[in-house]
């Protein structure tokens, strides 16, 4: 039996509750021109509500302060969770600026957006003595400026180019050397912290998490095409290739580990928190620079969540070295994976996890941080929801990939909650706790990098019309493009994401487009494949003694069983 199995009775009945709520959902209504540009222009002024409210009280500060219309220098704070080493003398770095930057762009305001990135221009100095996170400022600062820059290049950013001569790129490349001494320890896995001014800390610590490790890929690659500089790319790739190394026979990996002995922690994990954008940026470092090493990698870590962590619609977490079932637990960012298996066409997967994501939302109102399947309750604690985009976000990749006006039903149910239960006078608060909805003081900036413009794109894709991008972890757009790309044949680049005439059933991905290196499948050479889940059974006679033998099919994404009679197939286990 396989260890996950085991673990799965006393989750069932948790599981059985939430099924019972996908009854209620109901048929898509229509959802016409009018409605789509009524719904465009309600997240156009939520946006701007959020945004102004921050230029106003809290702008160059890092992050708005919505209840008390105040500020907090946030930076140095995201990810330290006892709030260690706090820095003496630091006025922000304008954080929530630099994350509306590309948003402003989607939403076709090249004043503002020309007026942001000359403040930051001559204001913006990373010489500070802060103690940052390098996962968080590489996603959200480092990620900002070079999206940034690239729209500010962009022919449509009609920017006077009189004034933009590569500043926000000089303070992106100021950035990445800044980070550079993190990389140097004795595996290469960069500290999870640095110092701006200074460097790593003499005693900083040596733990870190996957995502910390395996989420530098897509910045930093950029930061070097761009400078012409390979430094930056190298050392991001070094670490990820030495993260991989450190994987199971199972191809899992843990959720934290030890950057100077290069051993884990935490040898539990799923793909939430910690892990999440590990896997990310291996599928989005594949489709923005074409190196078959990371296909590969993607590949097989991905196979290994279907056949580990994933449970009908559900994911929960394994042990990398058994692959027996650890915590039974949704958790709010977990709701992203569904927008990842839209790029590598597992379409009908990403549908029934993202419908039971809603049927959560539905039943809370907002998504709680962490919820307790194997009790059916809400995790003691972390009950919040800081306004976290990843819901919206597999939202607007499912009705990319479908048109199934669902999926705009959803994205208004999301902005009429966000409308009703976060919004306040000074921005938009987030939610303390859903049982209560009781806010808490905090815009967090990704409320503006993701959260809107995935609920824009979602009744808007205007912008997506002539070109493709990849998203950062952080909402901010790459275009995808010929000169960093190691194969890139022509229907790629205008068919990628932007998948302009997905009429229902149509799989616009990675997938069908045939853009994904030919595999071995049962022994034959197959050019190219619908989903990227399918693992053959062991014998090609399907025969099995064992669940072991059994593979995932291709189509459900399912992981198969073996029969009483020895036989492996989709029989039904769950429930
Ligand atoms: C931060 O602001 C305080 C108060 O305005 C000021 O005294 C201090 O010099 C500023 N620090 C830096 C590094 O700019
Ligand atoms: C651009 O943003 C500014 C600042 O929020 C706002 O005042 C202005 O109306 C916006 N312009 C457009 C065209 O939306
Ligand atoms: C830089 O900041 C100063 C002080 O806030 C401001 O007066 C100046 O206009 C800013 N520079 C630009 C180009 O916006
Ligand atoms: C670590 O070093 C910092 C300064 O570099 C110091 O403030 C702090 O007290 C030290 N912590 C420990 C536990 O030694
Ligand atoms: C998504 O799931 C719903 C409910 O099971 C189904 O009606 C719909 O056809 C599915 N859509 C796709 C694209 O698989
Ligand atoms: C892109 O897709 C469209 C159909 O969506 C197709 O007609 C066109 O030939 C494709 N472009 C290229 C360059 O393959």
Redesign the pocket.
């Known amino acids: 039996m396989p260890a996950a199995r085991s673990a799965s009775g006393p989750a069932r009945w948790g599981l059985l509750s939430l099924l019972i709520l996908s009854a209620f959902s109901h048929p898509a209504a229509g959802f016409g021109a009018a409605k789509k540009a009524y719904m465009r222009e309600k997240v156009r002024k939520m946006f701007y509500h959020a945004y102004e409210n921050y230029m106003a009280h809290a702008f160059p500060h890092d992050e708005l302060k919505p209840l008390t219309k105040t500020f907090t220098d946030s930076l140095s704070e995201l990810g330290n969770l006892k709030l260690e080493y706090l820095p003496q003398n630091y006025n922000g770095s304008a954080l929530s600026l630099i994350e509306s930057l590309s948003s402003l762009v989607v939403l076709g305001n090249f004043t503002e957006f020309q007026r942001g990135v000359l403040w930051l221009s001559d204001n913006l100095t990373f010489d500070v003595d802060a103690r940052v996170n390098l996962f968080e400022c590489n996603i959200r600062v480092l990620g900002g400026l070079i999206s940034a820059h690239i729209l500010a290049t962009d022919t449509k950013s009609r920017l006077d180019h009189g004034l933009y001569k590569n500043q926000l790129l000089n303070l992106a490349e100021d950035l990445g050397q800044r980070f550079l001494p993190a990389f140097d320890s004795p595996t290469g896995l960069p500290y999870a912290w640095i110092n701006l001014k200074n460097g790593v800390m003499e005693n900083e610590t040596t733990e870190t998490s996957t995502s910390g490790c395996g989420s530098l890929i897509l910045e930093m690659g950029a930061l070097s095409r761009l400078t012409g500089d390979s430094k930056y790319e190298a050392v991001a790739l070094r670490a990820l290739r030495k993260l991989w190394s450190m994987r199971s026979s199972l191809n899992l990996l843990g959720t934290t580990l030890d950057v100077v002995t290069g051993e884990w922690i935490e040898c539990s994990s799923g793909i939430g928190a910690g892990v999440d954008s590990f896997y990310e940026y291996l599928i989005k470092a594949y489709i923005l620079f074409g190196s078959d090493e990371y296909w590969d990698i993607f590949h097989s870590a991905y196979l290994a969540v279907q056949k580990y962590f994933r449970h009908g619609p559900w994911y929960h977490e394994a042990d990398m070295r058994t692959g027996r079932a650890t915590y039974w637990q949704l958790t709010s960012l977990q709701a992203f994976w569904p927008g990842l298996q839209i790029l590598v066409g597992d379409i009908a997967a990403a549908n029934s996890s993202h419908r039971e994501f809603f049927h959560v939302w539905q039943r809370f109102g907002v998504l709680p941080e962490r919820y307790l399947l194997d009790h059916d309750m809400l995790h003691p604690t972390e009950r919040y929801y800081p306004l976290r985009p990843e819901l919206a976000e597999s939202t607007f990749y499912l009705y990319q990939a479908t048109k199934d006006p669902w999926y705009m039903e959803v994205g208004e149910s999301i902005i009429n909650s966000l409308n009703s239960y976060a919004k306040v006078d000074g921005g938009f608060a987030s939610i303390r706790d859903v049982m209560t909805m009781q806010q808490e003081d905090h815009q967090h900036s990704f409320f503006l990098s993701e959260t809107c413009k995935y609920l824009y794109l979602l009744f808007d894709d205007s912008f997506l019309a002539d070109k493709n991008y990849v998203f950062t972890t952080e909402g901010h757009l790459l275009p995808i493009r010929s000169s960093w790309h190691e194969k890139l044949p022509?229907?790629y680049i205008?068919?990628w994401t932007s998948i302009?005439?997905g009429n229902q059933g149509t799989h616009a991905s990675a997938m069908s487009l045939q853009v994904c290196p030919a595999m071995f499948i049962g022994g034959n050479i197959t050019p190219w494949v619908e989903s990227a889940c399918h693992v053959p059974d062991s014998r090609v006679d399907h025969r099995c003694i064992t669940d072991d033998d059994c593979g995932i099919d291709s189509t459900t994404c399912r992981r198969r069983t073996c029969s009483m009679a020895g036989y492996c197939g989709l029989w039904l286990f769950i429930l």
């Open positions: 022509e229907s205008s068919n302009k005439n």
